[in-house]
């Protein structure tokens, strides 16, 4: 099964192949793919898909149509895919890829301590017991 980041980058593809997306073709869904995405759920060829917001395309039927699901990868396929692998492979050998190669994650850190929290600190004895004589005496003056 692809990634994530796979899917976004081919639904990029396709919005971009389609004339809707002009950005980079990064696997980041973000403003510029959300409104390429808004913009060609509003035109007429986006029928029978569902409109939902710009959010990337659903993994399951109903798509636009023209776009299918690749049954041995998964991934979704509208021909215009086809021109940017063309267009992508002739780059690769002038030595410009158009897009980066997907990198592993980065094994996450653990959360660094929060430096802006205050630890309180328990009172020596003494202390406590001055603070619960002068609470005692306080409740008793109010008391009268």
Known sequence: MQSEFAHLVRQQVILKGLGYYTGPIDGIWGPMSIDAKRRFEADKSFLPGLPNNGLPFAHSRPWPAGITRDPSSGMLYHPCIDKFKAEEASAIKAGKPKRPVEQPAAPKEAPAED???????PRPADQQAAVTSSDKAATAADAE
């Open 115 to 121: 430096k802006g929290t205050m630890k309180l600190k």
